[in-house]
């Protein structure tokens, strides 16, 4: 049994060490230089023309709620809530 122990107890470790990566270093460059006269851009420069939006029909919606004047009850509970 304690042969069978140790077996075991030596793979798992094997197999932990041999899945570890390597480490990896990146370099980036320290400075790039760009040159924007030489880059050449070429086309026209003109407006779109006429730009239209078509109206849509706003669609209305009547209120399921029942219209309240007053609030005053709700308050005084909320307040009391909190004190």
């Not at 990896?24 to 003109?46: L, M, N, Q, S």
């Not at 706003?58 to 209120?63: A, I, P, T, Y």
């Amino acid at each position: 049994m304690k042969i069978l122990f140790s077996i075991m107890l030596l793979l798992s470790t094997a197999f932990v060490f041999a899945q570890q990566k390597p480490n990896v270093r990146y370099e980036y460059k320290k400075f790039e230089k760009f040159d924007f006269e030489e880059i050449g851009v070429e086309g026209e420069a003109g407006s779109p023309g006429d730009i239209s939006i078509s109206p849509r029909l706003r669609k209305e919606f009547s209120n399921k709620l029942p219209e309240r004047k007053n609030f005053k009850k709700e308050m005084n509970k909320a307040i009391e809530g909190i004190r």
